[in-house]
């Protein structure tokens, strides 16, 4: 039984927590183990000082600069092994609660005869369409007036979390074999070789700073050539497409390729057609994402502000 709710707030984050029966706190909107756990990361001069607290003056006076270097490697190995650590404890436990085969949404068109479609993994398209359209349609009955509120408590069974954690395991699970065995098998060494491949890597695992810079690289040119096009309002340009002001399908064909790089959309080998396709998807997604936002909020009552958060989920996904 769920007693009290929760909300914490941060500078980067508003989180909307319960507490369970345990007596633990369930962040029901947020998913922090698919970000990249940065706060693990150790500066030189903190492993520095973290040396020298742990050996006695006497060993002090033989200070090797080279161990500062290996104990980075190492900091960093453990930094790559937490990010894959996370997408494995992420799909386990979305097999536990999402894909069971127990839980469903509200299929009225397509659905059994109780209208209720199973969450599956692998209809990942279908379960964004008709979540999508849900939402559409509670908007458009609470333009008309044929509903008191536009909130889709109760409407919509998952929470921003799960649904958050759905999307970004279907990117970084895929990278998970091939990325894993290389950190196996390599350890440390295989550093350089992520520097020279950083896609190589799935999300959890982006180091900040240069790697940072070159795994983002992409995207960054092409938020830049937005911004050049459109007068410095290349952001702007983008939020209409993913709210739904200005339709996909009337975006200039030579702009279509640069959207999808600044929304981190794939579209390798991708007809213009197929990428109009996966931006309307995205639409759909983040249609979705800012109801289940507002779900959080509205049960709870309280006006609540997640700082930047949509624009970061756009990156994300």
């Keep these: 039984m769920l007693k009290s709710r ?3 707030r941060s500078i980067s984050s508003t989180f909307i927590c319960r507490n369970n029966s345990s007596g633990g706190v369930v962040d029901t909107m947020n998913s922090l183990r698919t970000l990249p756990q940065v706060n693990l990361i150790k500066s030189a001069e903190e492993i520095q000082k973290d040396l020298i607290k742990s050996r006695t003056p006497q060993q002090n006076k033989f200070f090797d600069p080279a161990l500062i270097k290996f104990k980075q490697s ?36 397509m659905g059994d005869e109780n209208g209720k479609l199973i969450i599956k993994r692998g209809d990942f398209d279908k379960i964004i369409d ?18 008191l509120s536009n909130s889709v408590e109760n409407e919509i069974l998952i929470n921003r979390k799960e649904f958050v954690e759905m999307i970004r ?14 950190f196996l098998i390599l350890e440390e060494a295989s550093l350089p070789l992520i520097y020279l491949f950083p896609r190589l890597i799935p999300s959890t ?20 050539r937005l911004d050049e096009i459109n007068n410095g309002k290349g952001s702007e340009f983008v939020q209409k497409i993913v709210s739904g002001e200005t339709s996909v399908w009337k ?9 999808c ?16 396709e996966k931006l309307e998807q995205h639409r759909k997604m983040a249609l979705v994402e800012r109801a289940l936002r507002a779900k959080g909020a509205v049960s709870h009552a309280e006006q609540i502000w997640v700082a930047d958060a949509h624009g970061e989920w756009l990156v994300r996904h």
């Design 251 to 259: 975006i200039d064909e030579s702009l279509v390729p640069l959207v």
């Design 6 to 8: 929760i909300i914490y």
């Design 130 to 147: 008709v979540l999508s359209q849900r939402v559409k349609l509670i908007q458009v009955e609470f333009e008309n007036g044929k509903r």
């Design 169 to 182: 395991l279907r990117k970084d699970f895929i990278k998970l074999p091939l990325f894993g065995l290389l």
């Design 205 to 224: 695992c982006v180091l900040p700073g240069i790697l940072s810079k070159r795994y983002y690289k992409k995207r960054n040119e092409a938020r830049k």
């Design 261 to 276: 790089d600044a929304l981190e959309i794939n579209h390798t080998f991708s007809r213009v057609k197929l990428m109009r």
């Design 74 to 109: 190492k900091n960093i190995f453990s930094f790559f092994k937490e990010g894959l650590l996370n997408i494995w404890r992420t799909n386990r436990d979305l097999k536990k609660s999402l894909f069971n085969n127990k839980r469903y949404i509200y299929d009225f068109s």
